[in-house]
Every structure is written in C-alpha cells, then in structure tokens.
C-alpha cells in the first residue's frame, strides 16, 4: 500500500506525526513512496522530502485543502503530478472555490469521510459529474475506514456513485499518528489545541500509518502514485539580479571611498565576492541600506559577522572599521565553503515597513519568512496539566531539557502527566513570523498575506535567499534624541560617558541595562571601546559559569597576571588580557601558531562550534602537526589546543559584539 492521505504535525494540533519518525517507517515497511496531505497548508512536504531525499523515499506533494461549494466549506485531498502541479498547490489559498482549483497537474481525491466534499454533500452525482468533468480520470473517490458509524453508512453510496459516475475508488487512512496506541495521545494534543478540558483520553478511530490494509483493493494506490512523477528537490540559492548594475558597479563604490591603505584587503574582498558569485548580494543590501538612509530611517552600524568586510564598511552597510578593530574577513565569507551569505541589518523599528515595501515595489515578490514554534517539555507538562485540570510546577525545571531527562535527574512530576507530554515534545503548537527574515525573489513566492509557506531551512532548500532587516527600537530613540539635541556622536572617547559605564550607570542601555551586567562593567571597571566589546561577549551564561570571565576581570583589574599560552600568541590576545573571547582570536591564533590559512581557520572554528567529534579529531591532528613544524613543541600545541575546543562552549562571534558595542555606546 502506499500511504496518499497523510497528515504531519503541521496540521497543528490534529496530527502528531513527527517527519523524521514517517521518513523512518516507510523505510522500515519498504514503502518508496508516500504522499503529505497536511491542513490547508504544503509547509510539511518540504522537510518530508529533504529527509526522504536522504532515506530513498519519494515524496508526493500533497494538501488537504479547504474548499467552498454552495457557500460551504469541505475537505478535498489534492496531489500534485508534476511540478506545475506543486507549484499551483503552492500558491493555493487557504480556501478557495471548487471552481478555481487548479485544473491541471493535479490528482483529486474526494475528501475524508467527516468533511469531505463527497461524503457531506447532498447531491453527490452532481458533484462527481462535475469533477470529472474537469478532471476525468484524475478523480478518484475517497474510500476510508476507521471503525466509525458514519462510514459504514457512507461507503456504501460513495461505491455506488463512483460506479454510475465511471470513477474508481481508492481507498485512503487518514493518517494522523504512526502507531495504534498512539491514537490517545494525539486525544489529548487535539484537546489542547481546542482548549478542551478532560481526565481521560476517548478512543478516535484508527487513524495510523498502516502496513497494509485488508478492506479494500489497494493495489490502485500504487498506480496513484506512479501517476505522481515529481518530488520536491534541493535547488540552488537564487540571488535576484541588480539591475542597476554589476561588478563595475559594485567595484566603483568600494574603490571610491576606500583608503590607500585598505586597497589590496579590497581588492581580494571583492575578488572572492566576485568569484561566490555574491555581487548583486552585495548590491541589493548596499541599495536598501543607502535609500532607507536617503529617506530619513536611521540604520544601525551593523550586526554579525558582515561587520568584518571592508567591502561592506565601504559600501557603508557597517560603520565600524574592520581593520583598526581586528575583524576578519573569512568569519563572514570563506573562500573555501561556498555558502550564501548571512548580512543582518538594524532599522529603526517604527519604519521597518517602509524599507520592506521598497524592497517590495523594487523586486516585485517580497514575503517575510515564516516561523513555527514546538511543545518544549515545560509548555507540553502545563498544557496536559491544563487540560487534566490539574496543577506542575514548573518555575523549578531547568530549560530545553527533555522529559524523560527530567526524570531521571530526579524531579518530583506527575507520572501520568509526564507520560503524556513526553509523546508531545517537538509538535508544532503555533505558527509565527521570524522577527527579521524576509525573502527577496525574482519568482513568485509561495506565501499567504505575505508569509512564507515554509519556515527558514525551507526556504533556503526550495532556493530562495533570505535576508534579515530587523526593527531596533533603541534606533527610534537614538533618532529622537539627535534630532532634539541636534547633536550625533563622533568617536568613542567622550570621557563622561565612560565613567557612567564603568560605574553601571546605564538603565535603559542597549544590552547594558541587566543588573549582572551592571555588576560585570562596575568589577571589571570597563572604560573604552575594546573592553566595551569584550564585556559583551563575556555576558552570557557559558563564560559567566565557566569561569572565563572571572579570570578576565581578575586579570583586567591587576588581581591576576596575564599570561599567554605561548609568546607569539600576545598580539593576538593582548586586548583581552591573554583570554581566548572571541571566535575571531581562534582564527588568528590556528593561523599563527600552526600556520592555516583564515578560510582554513574559519573551518576550523566552525567545526569546533558544531561539536562534532570527528571533525574536532580532524582538526585536532591538523592543528598539533601544524603548530610542530613551526618549531611549537608538541606540549604546547597540545594545551593550546584544549584551550581552544573548550572555547567552543563559550565562544563569540567580536564582529558582532563590536557592533553592538557601537549601539550601546
């Protein structure tokens, strides 16, 4: 049997089906292909076909979708056939006319018995006759059983319309959990979902994944899905061209505002640009942040990793100069690794929507990128509590561990309310808007009131670019308070300010407002821009608990002497006291100590990041041979090396933290 009516957890809060866990069945049971039917919604197929991809499963695009016949809504199940198909399933409305459905590409299955279009209309002959009209043998009515009343009554006549009508049958489970049991569990998550209250789950039907069914005739649901000849695959990052202009353009604005000094960094800057095929990247972000400054909307001084490209200061898309401040390159862009890159910019978030529209009105298909937030162990134990009608304290459980670890570590938890949200952990409860992200395309983008069908990873492995403009609301007040004074800040050497910041005096501060951090910049006595950065980086739980930052204020106040792992490291640690802080000084001191290049040493810290233990080995090897034939004894290379894959737990990223230090001062 092949599977055509499934339904993953994003038809939230009906199915419980995890993709992984769907992937990995229809491995188990040799089922090569299998079709995602989710709720008025294609967000699912997506990630079920980048893991099928990976697991020699096929899937079938799919959507359960809401249509409206004589003014009443009803259930269709629709397959795409081929891409023209997908792509029309895609850019479906979340309801639309029977009549406006798309004609081609597609395979129509008549809908599920409660609320399907055949099953719950009154003259189904009509009805039928018209779908086959428009869709001839691509129509097959839907035949299920689950053990309910109403399909004993219905199936019989769905039989004997299909048959007057000529159209075949074919029979579907409406799969909403992958095992029997199951069904109480995914009781109680529809129950959550309707804010039901109830002590015992009640018995739904058999609405599982199947091995096989001995009802029907299933050998039809295999010539379905040969009918289906596409899958969705990975497409490469399509970077919408500006058409303004290229690599003369984008070489001209650099050049022309770029110090003598600066030039040859330029120069191969622009050159591994040009060579990623990063160009009209680099211009589309250049444009928005240029005419959100000509038209009046204040731009933060940059964020992340781009903070350390010269091409990017030059353009003006950051304001802090990478190379007086010790950032690098190959952290935003590895010559080595080709992967898009990630520029996020600031706007003042009472005018974000303006740039957004330019964008819009500039490239003609703009969406923001969609966000979908799971049951984390905390939320699934007051969720099932709830709807129990009883009470878990929670406010003492540590965050973002699992349940059965919360067990075993001891806590004190209502067994039979931890049995039930432990089988709930990971479903998606709600959908949401990434705070930032948006997708600029030369192509229709599959969206609804402007929102991605899919979350991040989606959009990115169906081909589209995102960029993120973010809404900072210290911007509006920075914009407010220059416009009243008449007054912008130059430099950071205004000595009052820093008295107030080594003293804490900063309620209200970007990033400085917390009480730790006002302990942290009174202790360390923080008082210019390069400690500023670093006190960024320290506040943060790791450093804070793993004694890091202990031993840079011990250090910085005189209470501790500096020491550095080995002499040539000095230049590179001297600003932070012979302390490894920044992801920038794991580059650096991989490239001096043992000789890698900065793309070398990008990868290095990358892998070091991931926590991967074989590629931390590899690494490791390549580091100590490195650091020996540069006349570093085997000892050091070694005790530098554990310093260095134990910054991965702490480590962070100076560009960013340099650029907010910016905000902040």
């Not at 809504?73 to 397959?79: A, E, R, V």
């Not at 399509?238 to 960094?265: D, K, N, Q, T, W």
């Not at 802090?320 to 952290?331: A, M, S, T, Y």
Request: glycine share 8%; hydrophobic share 35%.
């Amino acid at each position: 049997m092949i599977h055509l009516h499934v339904h993953t957890h994003y038809s939230i809060h009906d199915s419980i089906v995890l993709p992984h866990l769907l992937i990995a069945r229809c491995v188990e049971l040799g089922m090569k292909k299998v079709a995602i039917t989710d709720h008025g919604t294609m967000s699912g197929v997506v990630e079920c076909a980048q893991i099928g991809a990976n697991e020699g499963v096929d899937v079938i695009p799919g959507v359960e979708a809401y249509v409206k016949w004589e003014g009443k809504t009803y259930h269709l199940t629709l397959l795409a056939m081929d891409e023209s198909g997908y792509r029309s399933l895609l850019h479906l409305p979340r309801v639309v006319e029977v009549e406006k459905l798309p004609r081609e590409g597609v395979i129509v299955l008549t809908g599920c018995t409660f609320a399907g279009l055949l099953p719950n209309v009154s003259d189904r002959r009509y009805v039928l006759e018209y779908l086959k009209s428009v869709y001839g043998d691509r129509v097959f009515v839907e035949i299920q059983w689950h053990g309910y009343d109403k399909q004993r009554e219905v199936n019989p006549e769905l039989e004997r319309v299909a048959r007057e009508r000529g159209v075949r049958c074919v029979p579907t489970c409406d799969v909403h959990y992958l095992w029997p049991e199951e069904s109480a569990y995914r009781d109680w998550w529809v129950s959550i979902g309707w804010k039901e209250t109830r002590h015992t789950s009640s018995e739904r039907g058999e609405a599982w994944f199947k091995p096989s069914i001995d009802w029907y005739d299933d050998r039809i649901t295999h010539e379905i899905a040969e009918m289906c000849t596409f899958t969705p695959r990975a497409r490469e990052v399509e970077i919408p061209r500006f058409r303004e202009g290229g690599y003369e353009l984008l070489e001209r604005l650099v050049m022309s505002r770029c110090p003598a000094e600066y030039r040859e960094r330029a120069e191969y800057e622009l050159r591994v640009i040009r060579e990623l095929g990063f160009v009209d990247y680099m211009l589309i972000v250049w444009d928005m942040v240029n005419w959100a400054r000509r038209s009046g909307i204040r731009v933060g001084p940059g964020r992340g990793s781009v903070a350390g490209s010269v091409v990017a200061w030059c353009l003006g898309i950051t304001e802090l100069d990478p190379v007086k401040n010790g950032l690098i390159f190959e952290r935003f862009l590895n010559p080595d690794r080709v992967s898009p890159p990630d520029i996020d910019v600031d706007f003042q978030s009472s005018r974000r929507d303006e740039v957004i529209e330019y964008l819009r009105e500039k490239y003609g298909y703009v969406a923001r990128v969609k966000t979908f937030d799971t049951e984390q162990a905390k939320n699934a134990l007051k969720d099932v509590a709830r709807c129990k009608q009883t009470y878990v304290r929670t406010t003492h459980l540590p965050p973002f561990i699992h349940i059965p670890r919360l067990l075993r570590r001891g806590f004190d938890l209502p067994r039979d309310v931890c049995e039930i949200a432990e089988h709930l952990e990971g479903l998606i409860r709600h959908e949401g808007e990434h705070p930032g992200g948006i997708v600029i395309s030369e192509r229709p983008i599959p969206e609804r009131d402007g929102v991605t069908v899919w979350g991040m990873e989606g959009v990115e492995w169906s081909g589209y670019l995102k960029f993120d403009l973010l809404g900072l609301s210290t911007l509006d007040l920075l914009d407010k308070c220059e416009r009243e004074t008449g007054r912008r800040p130059e430099g950071f050497d205004d000595r009052k300010v820093w008295e107030m910041i080594s003293q804490g005096e900063t309620d209200g501060v970007f990033q400085l407002s917390s009480s730790s951090m006002k302990r942290l910049l009174r202790e360390a006595r923080i008082s210019n821009f390069d400690e500023l950065t670093a006190a960024i980086a320290l506040h943060r739980p790791a450093p804070m608990t793993s004694g890091v930052l202990d031993t840079y204020i011990a250090r910085k106040t005189g209470r501790e002497p500096v020491e550095y792992p080995h002499p040539s490291l000095e230049e590179v640690l001297r600003e932070t006291y012979g302390v490894i802080i920044y992801q920038e000084q794991v580059m650096k001191i991989a490239q001096v100590l043992a000789g890698f290049s900065l793309a070398e040493a990008d990868g290095l810290r990358k892998g070091i990041g991931k926590k991967r233990p074989e590629v931390i080995e590899e690494y490791k090897y390549k580091f100590v041979r490195g650091c020996e034939a540069r006349g570093v004894s085997t000892d050091v290379a070694l005790r530098v090396w554990e310093e260095i894959r134990n910054f991965g737990q702490y480590g962070f990223n100076k560009s960013h933290a340099a650029s907010y230090a910016v905000v902040a001062y």
